[in-house]
């Protein structure tokens, strides 16, 4: 079975300051990669996601996030990040069937 | 294109009682799957409909069920509620199975939001 981990539980940081957050799977088999962020009060929402090709994917609201293969990651990132960006993010991985394997989510804070 | 609608948005019930959340997914999308947010446990799978026929489960006990009408609509019951089941449920459907294509992305709803007293 996979299984996802996300290596930060909180991030604080100013705006303007770049983001990373780091999303590790465990599965051997190809996978369908995804990040979700969850604003305060709303629904889960789909930032992006990788399923095959260019390992560089690019999202909205200015993320990306790159695919290591041999490094079984997924980490999202953002130059320059803006008080809106506060909100929870997770990392999901999807292997056959639309079954997602979710982390357990990073609550980012951007200060003003 | 409406999104992943789910009802009721925001119930309270009581222990022992049952519960049925229904969820009509993006018009065209085939599969629905359902997801139960706590702040404890985080985002856990139940269940994943396809074509009216349940393709996955969880690690939940049997309380928790599901169904998918030919309409592509589902609903998901709780019978015998614990207050551990105070969550959120999330439904998400997409357009096909499988891992290759974009007809893969996931899409949620809001959530219907349980309350066990």
């Given at each position: 079975?996979?299984?996802?981990?996300?290596?930060?539980?909180?991030?604080?940081?100013?705006?303007?300051?770049?983001?990373?957050?780091?999303?590790?799977?465990?599965?051997?088999?190809?996978?369908?990669?995804?990040?979700?962020?969850?604003?305060?009060?709303?629904?889960?929402?789909?930032?992006?996601?990788?399923?095959?090709?260019?390992?560089l994917?690019?999202?909205?609201?200015?993320?990306?996030?790159?695919?290591?293969?041999?490094?079984f990651?997924?980490?999202?990132?953002?130059?320059?990040?803006?008080?809106?960006?506060?909100?929870?993010?997770?990392?999901?991985?999807k292997?056959a069937?639309?079954?997602?394997?979710?982390?357990?989510?990073?609550?980012?804070?951007?200060?003003? | 294109?409406?999104?992943?609608?789910?009802?009721?948005?925001?119930?309270?019930?009581?222990?022992?009682?049952?519960?049925?959340?229904?969820?009509?997914?993006?018009?065209?999308?085939?599969?629905?799957?359902?997801?139960?947010?706590?702040?404890?446990?985080g985002?856990?799978?139940?269940?994943?409909?396809?074509?009216?026929?349940?393709?996955?489960?969880?690690?939940?006990?049997?309380?928790?069920?599901?169904?998918?009408?030919?309409?592509?609509?589902?609903?998901?019951?709780?019978?015998?509620?614990?207050?551990?089941?105070?969550?959120?449920?999330?439904c998400?459907?997409?357009l096909?199975?499988?891992?290759?294509?974009?007809?893969?992305?996931?899409?949620?709803?809001?959530?219907?939001?349980?309350?066990v007293?």
């Amino acid at each position: 079975a996979q299984s996802v981990s996300q290596h930060n539980h909180h991030v604080i940081l100013s705006e303007a300051a770049s983001l990373e957050l780091g999303c590790n799977y465990s599965y051997g088999g190809t996978v369908n990669l995804f990040w979700y962020v969850q604003y305060p009060g709303q629904h889960l929402q789909l930032l992006l996601k990788y399923f095959s090709g260019d390992p560089l994917v690019k999202g909205i609201k200015g993320f990306e996030a790159e695919f290591i293969k041999s490094k079984f990651s997924f980490n999202l990132r953002k130059p320059s990040v803006q008080w809106s960006d506060t909100a929870e993010y997770f990392c999901a991985v999807k292997a056959a069937g639309n079954k997602l394997t979710f982390g357990g989510g990073t609550r980012v804070l951007v200060k003003p | 294109k409406a999104g992943v609608t789910q009802t009721p948005r925001y119930l309270i019930k009581t222990r022992g009682q049952q519960v049925t959340l229904s969820c009509s997914p993006i018009s065209g999308h085939r599969s629905v799957s359902w997801y139960q947010q706590t702040p404890g446990q985080g985002l856990q799978f139940l269940f994943e409909y396809f074509s009216e026929t349940q393709r996955n489960k969880g690690n939940f006990p049997g309380r928790f069920s599901g169904r998918q009408f030919s309409n592509s609509r589902s609903e998901m019951n709780v019978s015998t509620l614990e207050l551990g089941d105070s969550a959120l449920y999330l439904c998400a459907s997409s357009l096909s199975q499988g891992i290759r294509g974009s007809g893969n992305t996931i899409y949620f709803g809001e959530g219907s939001w349980l309350t066990v007293v």
